[in-house]
Antibody
Framework: EVQVVQSGTEVKKPGESLKISCEGSGFNFTNYWIGWVRQKPGKGLEWMGSIFPGDSDTRYSPSFEGQVTISVDKSINTAYVQWGGLRASDSGIYYC??????????????WGQGTVVTVSS | DIQMTQSPTSLSASVGDRVTITCRPSQTINTFLNWYQQKPGKAPQLLVFGASNLEGGVPSRFTGSGSGTEFTLTINGLQPEDIATYYCQQSYSRHKTFGQGTKLEIK
């Protein structure tokens, strides 16, 4: 089965660091762009950025550049997004998703279940 | 970045109705336009890619059309299970922006 499975719920305090993950299976992970999408409570979808595991080419939304780091370990078919110092405004659901076609940063056809991140003192 | 504007932001319709959602990018994007459906508490699902191509398994009552700077998603014969929020997304530029969403409710 083609799927991406995300790491579990996180509850953190402001200023703490965090790294969440997205593991792909059932497809050639190296050849597909993986995107990250944030959804704040009750709000819409925000594209954060995408990474191509084959060469780690990474693109960030201007809204997220410098705020998060997207990375990948292709040896274990896993993509990550990390924060160096969380803020309450980082609370939300974070989805990873696979691009529909190999090599092409196109529509996302396979979505993870979402990782809930809560940042609160 | 390309800004994506959806209209309406919310919509109430009856079972069996024809429903149309519009998406307008701030610049031309050829047909690099995708539509997603998100049901409450669930991850989004791809409905339409490349403006008019139905993703596998999506009911044929969903139709996407348009090019350039105006796109539409049409549901012909609304069903109760279509209650969701619908998002457009452009995949033309390096930065893949979403529209703000259209929340669809049943009357």
């Amino acid at each position: 089965e083609v799927q991406v499975v995300q790491s579990g719920t996180e509850v953190k305090k402001p200023g703490e660091s965090l790294k969440i993950s997205c593991e792909g299976s059932g497809f050639n992970f190296t050849n597909y762009w993986i995107g990250w999408v944030r959804q704040k409570p009750g709000k819409g979808l925000e594209w954060m950025g995408s990474i191509f595991p084959g060469d780690s080419d990474t693109r960030y939304s201007p809204s997220f550049e410098g705020q998060v780091t997207i990375s990948v370990d292709k040896s274990i078919n896993t993509a990550y997004v990390q924060w160096g110092g969380l803020r309450a405004s980082d609370s939300g659901i974070y989805y990873c998703a696979r691009a529909r076609e190999q090599w092409v940063a196109d529509a996302f056809d396979i979505w993870g279940q979402g990782t809930v991140v809560t940042v609160s003192s | 970045d390309i800004q994506m504007t959806q209209s309406p932001t919310s919509l109430s319709a009856s079972v069996g109705d024809r429903v149309t959602i519009t998406c307008r990018p701030s610049q031309t994007i050829n047909t690099f336009l995708n539509w997603y459906q998100q049901k409450p508490g669930k991850a989004p699902q791809l409905l339409v890619f490349g403006a008019s191509n139905l993703e596998g398994g999506v009911p044929s009552r969903f139709t996407g059309s348009g090019s350039g700077t105006e796109f539409t998603l049409t549901i012909n014969g609304l069903q109760p299970e279509d209650i969701a929020t619908y998002y457009c997304q452009q995949s033309y530029s390096r930065h893949k922006t979403f529209g703000q969403g259209t929340k669809l409710e049943i009357k």
